[in-house]
């Protein structure tokens, strides 16, 4: 059983940056691919980001290449997504997820993740 508790969720002005942390329980967490998807009001849940548990090779949605990026650090099993050069349409509540399940699933579906976090506000004004 893996619990997830994202924080570092708020408001800011486009343009600003925001980092989310995702506190993961459990002694699996190491050998969990960790993901990040978002749900925008009035939209379906998407992928954001992904980082395996394998050498740390990362997949990231084209919306946020290059303005986003996604870490861990096992000893704190703990994931982050920092977030740069925010845009309004960023505004979203941001979840986390871990897989742990050994699967051909790609790291953009939702099928891959097994365990969620309850989801976490980021709001971007312009």
């Known amino acids: 059983q893996v619990q997830l508790v994202e924080s570092g969720g708020g408001s800011v002005q486009a343009g600003g940056s925001l980092r989310l942390s995702c506190a993961a329980s459990?002694?699996?967490?190491?050998?969990?691919?960790m993901g990040w998807f978002r749900k925008a009001p009035g939209k379906e849940r998407e992928f954001v980001a992904a980082?395996?548990?394998?050498?740390?090779?990362?997949a990231y949605a084209d919306s946020v290449k290059g303005r986003f990026t996604i870490s861990r650090d096992n000893a704190k099993n703990t994931v982050y997504l920092q977030m740069n050069s925010l845009k309004p349409e960023d505004t979203a509540v941001y979840y986390c997820?871990?897989?742990?399940?050994?699967?051909?699933?790609?790291?953009?579906?939702?099928?891959?993740?097994?365990?969620w976090g309850q989801g976490t506000q980021v709001t971007v004004s312009s």
């Open positions: 997820a871990a897989g742990l399940k050994i699967t051909f699933v790609t790291f953009n579906r939702e099928s891959r993740y097994d365990y």
């Open positions: 459990g002694r699996t967490f190491s050998s969990a691919d």
């Open positions: 980082i395996s548990w394998i050498g740390g090779n990362t």
